[in-house]
């Protein structure tokens, strides 16, 4: 076989490979989607759940199945940041980069438009019920059930100095929960960490990780960490007559706070662990004896 033909095979065998793990991706942000803005769907619509850290454990076990079920074939990222910090730290391909965010937007917007399938007469009965109009000053309250705002419009009602969050404030609280939960996947998945929990324990930990950042984070922006989590079910919210207050939001934050937020996070997460990791022989821990 020539060299164009070998190179032919090899890009062939690349491209085959690319979609399986798009597909995975394609899956796995549907499960991590469905999951997790399902339980916050019962949570406003019905009262389903009795607090934050239920809707919270959902979220958790969510994340947890989607890599389960789809870590072999993709390493299920299933996060456009943490695409991003992959490239960045862990040497993932960065010509991979774009077709994993769009699969995993894809699986996002799929799994809102089979909720809102399924919870449209809720929605429109609870909407009926609370005089919100769709698409006007206030509807972010059912809005919330596909794209994220801050502060949780679920909560203002009860929890009055809500209303003290900020665009600043907000976008911090994105980011500090994007880095901590990019610095434990680094930390669980690195070979080299000789504190890390077996493999096949490493989803848990990381699922309960967004659980324990949402029990903190949510009542202040949402506690998104992904943005095709956020970006995904905003679009069908916005074809769904949300309008403007799907896209771009209220105060036009979407991006800032939900986008580019969780970026700098995951980015920031990722530099930490590295800066943090440690190098063979370099330094020692309790259970060693150090030398003088």
Not at 24 to 37: P, S
Request: aromatic share 10%; net charge neutral; with cysteine.
């Amino acid at each position: 076989m020539s060299s164009k033909g070998v190179e032919r095979t090899v890009a062939q065998r690349h491209m085959k490979a690319l979609l399986q793990q798009c597909l995975a991706e394609i899956v796995g942000t549907f499960i991590l989607v469905f999951f997790g803005v399902g339980v916050v769907h019962t949570a406003v619509l019905t009262g389903a759940q009795a607090g934050l850290w239920q809707v919270a454990v959902v979220w958790g076990i969510g994340i947890a199945v989607a890599i389960y079920a789809t870590a072999a074939t993709s390493g299920a990222h299933l996060n456009p940041a943490v695409t991003i910090a992959l490239a960045t730290f862990r040497n993932f391909p960065w010509r991979n980069v774009m077709p994993y965010i769009l699969a995993q937007l894809i699986g996002a917007t799929i799994a809102g438009a089979v909720l809102y399938a399924i919870f449209a007469g809720p929605i429109t009965a609870f909407e009926v019920t609370k005089h919100i109009t769709r698409g006007a000053p206030g509807s972010e309250l059912t809005g919330m059930l596909y794209g994220e705002y801050f502060p949780n419009q679920a909560m203002l009602a009860t929890t009055p100095a809500l209303t003290a969050v900020t665009l600043q404030l907000a976008m911090l609280a994105e980011a500090v929960g994007t880095a901590f939960l990019v610095f434990v996947i680094f930390a669980v998945t690195d070979e080299h960490n000789e504190s890390r929990p077996p493999s096949y324990l490493a989803p848990v930990f990381i699922g309960f990780t967004v659980s324990c950042m949402i029990s903190i984070l949510a009542p202040i922006s949402q506690a998104g960490f992904n943005p095709a989590r956020d970006f995904g079910p905003r679009i069908i919210a916005w074809l769904a007559g949300w309008g403007s207050i799907a896209i771009p939001g209220p105060h036009g934050e979407f991006f800032t706070v939900y986008i580019l937020s969780p970026v700098i996070g995951a980015l920031a997460g990722g530099l930490l662990y590295k800066l943090l990791q440690r190098q063979p022989a370099a330094v020692c821990t309790l259970a060693e004896a150090c030398d003088e």
